[in-house]
């Protein structure tokens, strides 16, 4: 049964591979906005004097770049707390295909905005493209987590952060003067988004449903089996069809989980504070300040030519998140959050001392460059991939649409505030900027190292059957046979 369990099929890859093109699409546009920033500034500069017959104030200019780059996460904000009414009523499948109508629309906005001399339409299609990278980082880990088997649902689910820096990766190439990052083609570098789009659009079809979808919530067991049989190679998939049942009926004694039960009832609390914490921690790693703005920061620090050392924090960034991938279901999930978490406030410090002696030691900057390539290898060893899945694997059917909603609400939110407000902090603080992150790293090392479970191996009732029986006891502590994956005691 075990060997069936781990068989990697072409119905199974095809059906991830094809979610996370909306994974890609994430990463594309975290990262297209940084290498363009003085290409599209010189537009706005330009737009506003033909408008207006005067130059742009500096801090003007400032505030309507920040707005660029910010109005992503406030599309996804609002899309990540939509998730759950899409995915309970359409299914998983369908409402990742619906979603690249957004996709389309904000690629359109963006690519015709030079054209319409509009900033307003650049600001309101990277306010779209977010609404639909917030519904993506919804569905596609969760749909990837009910389809894939229980031994490679940590691998697999990695892949979710691997079509993310892809994205970024071929945001920061495309980017390159030469290529898409010029005054002509910056338009067709933004609006490349359609292209993916279309990809997706043309393989979900051939992609099967959520089969815990098609059992639990509509009650089909045998088209549910049908799928499996398809995803698993094999008819033996008995063992999966009874874990879901006996998910099934432990949904039927919970009453419907909406947002606000979540937050009330003591069953929840423990995993609802434990996911929103990990995604914070992966936004206040101080991560995405390097990939909106790496260019400026290696600029600042005096590397000669920075557009292609942000192409080397893609290049590691890739690489360290393939590591992950093979690494995940064999240290565990706790273990390799807790790793990344630690080697990214040293690499922080090292980052700050050389950024800040850059001046009087020249040499310095390949320190910064190194220091940033080590901070973003960690990232992806941990706290890049983990808090995504992890959130599919800490609750049951009923809650994980809301608890979707919640944990992916907490990461825009944390993104939206440092897109926003590191280049003011950055301004105030200089090369000390990082030593905030520093100090917010170690807070997050501390709250997983004392609270965060493992849940490598696990299935998902047995890692919310955990959790219920720390609420119904009512202690401190856990229960002697949960604490190897739920307390400070567990094996790193």
């Not at 260019?295 to 050392?309: E, H, N, Q, R």
Request: one cysteine or more; proline letters at 4%; charged letters at 15%.
């Amino acid at each position: 049964m075990e060997s069936n369990r781990q068989h990697v099929t072409v119905q199974l890859m095809i059906a991830v591979g094809a979610a996370v093109i909306g994974s890609l699409q994430f990463g594309y546009n975290t990262g297209v906005i940084n290498a363009p920033q003085k290409t599209i500034e010189e537009f706005i500069n330009k737009t506003w004097y033909e408008r207006y017959n005067e130059k742009i104030h500096e801090n003007t200019l400032t505030t309507l770049w920040a707005v660029s780059v910010s109005m992503f996460s406030v599309g996804g904000i609002f899309g990540s707390f939509s998730v759950g009414l899409f995915v309970n009523r359409l299914g998983r499948k369908n409402s990742m295909l619906i979603a690249n109508v957004l996709a389309f629309i904000a690629a359109a906005l963006m690519g015709f905005s030079k054209l319409a001399a509009s900033w307003e339409m650049l600001i309101l299609g990277r306010l779209v493209v977010g609404l639909y990278s917030g519904l993506s980082t919804g569905f596609v880990p969760m749909y990837v987590g009910e389809i894939a088997p229980t031994s490679l649902r940590g691998a697999l689910g990695t892949l979710h952060q691997l079509g993310i820096v892809i994205g970024i990766l071929m945001a920061q190439i495309f980017g390159i003067d030469s290529i898409m990052g010029n005054a002509t083609m910056w338009p067709f570098l933004l609006g490349f988004t359609f292209i993916p789009a279309l990809i997706q659009c043309a393989m979900l079809p051939f992609c099967p449903e959520s089969p815990r979808f098609l059992l639990i919530n509509q009650n089909e067991e045998n088209k549910a089996k049908s799928v499996l049989k398809k995803l698993r190679g094999t008819e033996d998939v008995g063992e999966d069809i009874q874990e879901m049942k006996e998910e099934s009926r432990q949904m039927m004694r919970e009453k419907k989980v909406t947002i606000v039960e979540l937050f009330r009832s003591p069953i929840y609390r423990q995993p609802l504070i434990i996911a929103i914490m990990l995604q914070l921690s992966q936004q206040f790693s101080g991560i995405n300040a390097v990939f909106y703005y790496s260019t400026s920061i290696f600029t600042k620090a005096g590397v000669a030519y920075p557009v292609y050392a942000t192409i080397g924090t893609g290049v590691v960034n890739t690489v360290f998140t393939i590591v992950s991938l093979f690494v995940v279901e064999r240290a565990g999930r706790r273990s390799l959050h807790l790793t990344g978490l630690m080697g990214m406030a040293v690499s922080a410090v090292v980052m700050t001392v050389a950024m800040a002696l850059t001046e009087k030691y020249p040499d310095l900057s390949y320190v910064s460059i190194v220091a940033i390539f080590v901070f973003v290898a960690f990232f992806e060893i941990g706290p890049g991939p983990i808090p995504w899945f992890i959130v599919a694997e800490l609750f049951s059917q009923g809650p994980r649409p809301s608890a979707f909603a919640v944990a992916g609400f907490s990461n825009w939110t944390a993104n939206f505030i440092v897109g926003m407000c590191f280049q003011y902090v950055e301004q105030l603080t200089g090369p000390y900027v990082f030593i905030i992150f520093t100090v917010l790293l170690l807070i997050f090392f501390i709250f997983t190292y004392f609270k965060v479970p493992e849940t490598k191996g696990r299935t998902f009732d047995e890692i919310s059957a955990g959790f219920r029986q720390n609420a119904s006891s009512g202690a401190e502590k856990y229960a002697p046979d949960e604490l190897n994956a739920l307390g400070a005691d567990s094996q790193l």
